[in-house]
């Protein structure tokens, strides 16, 4: 089997449903999954692709982003879907005020950088986790809302992350077991959380960035991190 169709009325697919369908290079669903057990296209090494069809209104997630199998490299959405579409293999789901929210990063996407822009309002559990290649990320919020837990999780070859823009939202431990994070660069005011990094453990150097006005010292728990602050900001320095 190469192509395989779910159609609209599935709300589940059970845990290793299609399990060992090693030759599966496409994955067509047009159904709003309710239910998805674990890993039910274990050892689908060939499925890179997965289409949305225009019914779909709800996707599932794990926190190994593996619910597709360990090689999807895009999401494609077909383009009369009202509830999601999908940029460069990412996929979103469409606001009422024109904004987006990140869904879903494929978790074999082979890009070593990624730029979450400026018309993405929010970004789900999840969203960005398990992937192994991208190595720099940059939030370029416009009142972003990052107020959930793991948005960012095991991202085992994630080295730097910036912070950019304006925040209007930001969880505990949003930033999770992302082993290889050396260096944080905070270009904008984040709002007040007791923790923003867990399991970073490798965080070498925080960039403080000249425009920032609040640091709050509780975002970077027990980090033995060094500061470093830009030579124009007035209000820090290092």
């Known amino acids: 089997i190469k192509q395989l169709t779910i159609p609209d009325g599935v709300t589940a697919i059970n845990t290793g449903a299609f399990s060992g369908c090693e030759n599966l290079e496409e994955l067509y669903y047009n159904c709003s999954l309710t239910s998805m057990g ?18 779909v209104s709800g996707v599932a997630v794990n926190a190994d982003n593996n619910c ?16 999601y579409l999908s940029k460069d293999g990412v996929l979103y789901r469409k606001r009422d005020d024109g904004k987006y929210d990140l869904q879903l990063y494929p978790v074999a996407k082979k890009d070593k950088s990624f ?34 837990a793991y948005a960012l999780y095991n991202l085992s070859s994630l080295e730097k992350l910036t912070f950019q823009g ?11 077991s ?37 640091v ?19 209000n820090y320095i290092s």
Do not use: W
């Open 216 to 234: 709050y010292g509780m975002h970077f728990g027990d980090t033995e991190a060094a500061f470093v602050v830009d030579d124009a900001n007035a």
């Open 38 to 55: 674990t890993t039910p296209f274990l050892n689908c090494t060939a499925l890179k692709t997965i289409y949305i069809g225009e019914n």
């Open 68 to 83: 597709y199998g360990t090689e999807v490299e895009a999401f494609v959405v077909d383009e009369n879907n009202p509830n």
């Open 115 to 148: 730029t979450v822009s400026t018309d993405v309002k929010y970004m789900r559990k999840y969203a960005l986790s398990g992937n192994p290649y991208v190595r720099e990320i940059i939030i370029d919020g416009s009142d972003f809302e990052m107020n959930t």
């Open 178 to 214: 992302c082993e290889s994070l050396k260096e944080l660069y905070l270009n904008a005011d984040l709002p007040y959380s007791s923790s923003l990094f867990s399991g970073c453990d490798s965080l070498a150097q925080i960039y403080i960035g000249a425009d920032v006005t609040k």
């Open 166 to 176: 304006t925040y209007k939202y930001i969880s505990n431990n949003c930033v999770s």
